[in-house]
């Protein structure tokens, strides 16, 4: 027992250490974060609105193939993470977060450049899955921000960071539509994107700082034990566990099917791809507007309130998708659904942080990325899957009501972090 104080003690103090240190130039590491943020997005979400186009190209060439295709390769790759982010978190808070950063980029590039060269949908599933081993560069960029900003700015910091990922997916899917019209091919826009992560990953070599003190742990597996029995023992933490995994999954259960619902509503244009891409893209424009502002509110109002008045504000405006035929009031309902759902991740990330210590902040923000990639994975399964047995405007009611019931659980279930109001 004597041992695990002095252990317990010794980490803090590395970990004030970390925080003295990063004081000095924290909005240097804020902001290099933001924009290598919004590179990544940028680059993967180019691919958004041309998977489902890709698939004929692969062999999938039957509507109901290409809806459930659709969803189980939007969701492969969450999946796979899912199991393997509490890992690379525990790693994350013994060698330092920048060197996932790097880890994370390399694999994504490579396997995306395999992607765009992949000869049937079975090869093009296996890298996606691939990937999903090596992901998390999202989770320890919020780990890295988390860990060297003042407590008091974290709500602040990670909406900014929030930010940069949703500008990289208001461009990203723009972009790969346009270049997947101009060049007639849809194998090209994966090289593209692969070259742009590979600029990212130098991006994070030379620009990102990061003040490490490297805990000292005496077991092996302890880190990962500490924050699944933090998670366990925490109800805050285990309720906005649940909050994570269901906001995840109500966002992602539309993704692969809005480029099928933009070709309902319009039938085979010659820039459908462009068009779908604009319907992406209108709801990251609507997130920049409110993400920064969201976040900053979280840190004054409180991070409980906000969560409530995204979810609310999701669920009135994601529910006339369903009944919408009409190309420009779709996406005039995309940008307001925008609005409200991009403060959710800011202040719910915002809150994990002000509940556990800096020093095991990779391993927490580990186990929080599973329930978020686990929502990115069933979300596009289920509403793929809803959407060749059903029809795809039911994928939308869908969404609504999992919105509806995140609501219910974060009224009754999340409270709130009362220092968050005076810090």
Not at 182 to 188: E, F, M, P
Not at 193 to 219: D, H, N, Y
């Amino acid at each position: 027992m004597a041992e695990q104080q002095a252990e317990a003690i010794t980490n803090e103090a590395a970990a004030a250490a970390e925080v003295e240190g990063a004081a000095a130039y924290w909005r240097h590491t804020l902001w290099a974060m933001v924009g290598i943020q919004f590179v990544m997005t940028m680059a993967f979400s180019m691919l958004t609105p041309i998977m489902p186009l890709f698939l004929p190209v692969l062999g999938v060439e039957s509507e109901s193939g290409i809806d459930i295709w659709a969803g189980i390769l939007n969701g492969v790759t969450s999946f796979i993470a899912a199991f393997a982010s509490p890992l690379w978190g525990t790693v994350a808070d013994r060698h330092g977060r920048k060197l996932m950063l790097l880890r994370s980029s390399l694999a994504i590039g490579l396997f995306t450049a395999l992607m765009g060269a992949a000869g049937n949908v079975w090869q093009f599933f296996a890298f996606r899955a691939l990937m999903g081993v090596f992901a998390g560069f999202s989770s320890a960029a919020i780990a890295l921000v988390a860990s060297q900003v003042p407590e008091e700015r974290l709500g602040y910091s990670l909406g900014w960071l929030s930010t940069g990922q949703l500008v990289g997916s208001l461009v990203g899917p723009i972009i790969g539509g346009i270049l997947a019209d101009l060049t007639g091919s849809y194998r090209i826009p994966f090289y593209c994107t692969s070259a742009t992560i590979f600029l990212a990953l130098g991006l994070v070599w030379f620009l990102v700082r990061e003040e490490f003190a490297r805990p000292k742990r005496g077991g092996g597996g302890r880190s990962t034990f500490n924050a699944l029995f933090a998670l366990v023992t925490t109800p805050a933490l285990l309720a906005l566990f649940f909050v994570l995994l269901m906001a995840q999954f109500g966002v992602r259960t539309v993704q692969p099917i809005v480029t099928l619902y933009v070709k309902e509503m319009l039938g085979a244009v010659p820039n459908l791809a462009t068009l779908a891409g604009i319907a992406f893209s209108i709801t990251g424009l609507a997130n920049v507007i409110s993400a920064p502002f969201l976040g900053n509110r979280s840190d004054v109002i409180g991070y409980r309130r906000v969560l409530l008045i995204c979810l609310l504000g999701g669920t009135l405006t994601t529910l006339p998708q369903a009944f919408t035929d009409n190309y420009w009031a779709f996406t005039a309902e995309r940008f307001a659904v925008g609005l409200f759902i991009g403060g959710l991740l800011p202040a719910a990330n915002a809150l994990v942080g002000r509940l556990v210590s800096r020093a095991e902040r990779g391993a927490v923000y580990g186990m929080t990325s599973s329930a978020m990639f686990m929502g990115n994975s069933l979300g596009p399964l289920i509403g793929g899957a809803i959407a060749a047995s059903f029809g795809l405007h039911w994928v939308f009611l869908l969404t609504a009501a999992v919105m509806a019931l995140n609501l219910v659980w974060v009224y009754y279930r999340v409270p709130e972090y009362e220092d968050a109001k005076t810090s």
